[in-house]
């Protein structure tokens, strides 16, 4: 590990007041993948239902390629990461939420270049803010922190990445702790294993955020690679941190990395992030055994185990949206489907269209997907499918949306978009 500076040990509450053009508003931040839950819920009031890569557009800047991390906003500043030239240039980009200029574009570090697969890129880990830094990881499984004028005060070189697909995998922050998993597989000998073939070399890790020391590591046991950006789930008033690879789900312990179970989850290469609701875990698996499933986490002396699966329309790509009783899910092939997410009953699905990457965004009892080709369609989180609105940028699109300020913000291969006033 590679201390370069000191890192700032104020303790910081991540605010909840942002800034517009018109002045001072509350807003809510957007400050890791998916959100102040990670679980793609926003709190606005008021988003834009119309736009085009002309109409409502309060700003586009140009970003350079290329990374399909998803931006984050903090106060008046959004953050987004790209590896730049050929890949071996890692830089994190800051620009005014209020007007989209770039107030700095610094290089952190660079990374040799390794395996991924097509559609990834160099870039695609969405950083995570506390308020007064910015944590970011590159493909080569490298962490670096900088603060909010682009300084680094450290960086961790601990992990050296492997994957036959590259690394897509966002970090989380919990209390004092920088948590990323690194599901990998083999880069020597026969490559099936750790991606086609179990293997026992895959983990979680934990760092100090200030620091960027290694406080734990914890083994997963045979597993194999995935995508999959873990959540936190308060388990008889107790936090597990919920983590999941290919082939299995697993409770941890987030203070100690204390493995706490693990259910069966056949597949390879999943991607979708970890969804909560009432009280149930919502995954999906990977290639070779596709299957939404719902996971009750142990509790006590009652171990885990799966309460619901079903097997059609599996999204390999997007995360799903939890809401009021319900999944709502996003097939890469462009297929929408609602489920009871109690017991896993299908009440509908419909096809909308597209190539989906990107995960979906839930405000105002509304979803909002958007497709590769740069298409985002409304709907309503309802019962019944009904469309409220379609727009697009016409660009190629596979980071996912941020919200905040009442503005939504949509990276592009090229360009970074600030949708509404």
């Known amino acids: 590990m590679n201390r370069l500076a000191p890192a700032s040990i104020v303790p910081v509450v991540v605010s909840a007041l942002a800034f517009c053009a018109a002045g001072q508003v509350r807003a809510e931040d957007w400050p890791r993948f998916r959100g102040p839950t990670g679980q793609g819920v926003s709190t606005e ?6 736009w085009s890569a002309t109409e409502n557009v309060a700003w586009k800047t140009a970003v350079p390629p290329l990374g399909w991390s998803s931006p984050i906003v903090i106060k008046d500043r959004v953050f987004l990461t790209t590896a730049a030239g050929s890949g071996e240039s890692c830089r994190i980009i800051c620009i005014d939420a209020r007007t989209g200029q770039v107030v700095w574009d610094k290089e952190v570090l660079r990374q040799a270049l390794r395996h991924k697969e097509g559609r990834n890129s160099y870039a695609t880990c969405t950083p995570v803010s506390d308020g007064t830094m910015v944590y970011a990881v590159f493909a080569e499984g490298t962490i670096v922190a900088v603060d909010f004028d682009g300084n680094v005060a450290w960086i961790n070189r601990d992990v050296r990445y492997y994957s036959q697909h590259g ?21 020597e000998g026969d490559l099936r294993v750790g ?10 890790l934990a760092v100090d ?8 590591r914890a083994m997963r046991g045979r597993s194999r690679i995935g995508h999959i950006t873990p959540n936190i789930m308060t388990v008889g008033g107790k936090p597990q941190l919920i983590s999941a690879a290919g082939d299995v789900i697993q409770g941890f312990e987030p203070a100690s990395g204390r493995l706490l179970w693990t259910v069966a989850n056949p597949g390879e290469g999943v991607v979708p992030s ?17 299957a939404i499933r719902a996971t ?5 002396d009652t171990p885990a185990q799966v309460v619901w699966e079903v097997k059609q329309q599996v999204p390999m790509m997007s995360s799903f949206i939890y809401s009021d009783g319900r999944l709502f899910t996003i097939k890469e092939t462009g297929i929408a489907m609602c489920l ?27 979803i909002y997907f958007l497709s590769e080709e740069g298409e985002s369609v409304i709907i309503e989180a309802a019962d019944q499918f009904r469309v409220v609105a379609t727009n697009t940028i016409g660009e190629r699109c596979r980071a996912s949306y941020a919200v905040s300020g009442g503005r939504l913000f949509i990276r592009s291969e090229k360009n970074l978009y600030c949708i509404g006033k």
Do not use: C
Request: avoid cysteine; proline fraction near 6%; hydrophobic fraction near 40%.
């Open 167 to 187: 690394l897509a995998v966002s970090p989380i922050l919990w209390e004092d702790l920088l948590i990323m998993q690194y599901d990998a597989s083999a880069e």
């Open 195 to 204: 991606w086609q073939i179990p293997w026992d070399r895959s983990f979680v």
């Open 209 to 216: 955020k200030r620091t960027g020391r290694e406080r734990w």
């Open 274 to 290: 970890i969804v909560i609701g009432d009280g149930l875990i919502f995954t999906a698996s990977g290639f070779g055994a596709p």
């Open 45 to 50: 009031k008021n988003l834009p239902l119309r």
């Open 340 to 366: 009871d997410a109690r017991t896993g009953k299908i009440i509908w699905t419909e096809r909308i269209g597209g190539t989906h990457s990107a995960s979906p965004i839930l405000a105002e009892g509304r």
């Open 296 to 300: 009750r986490p142990a509790e006590g």
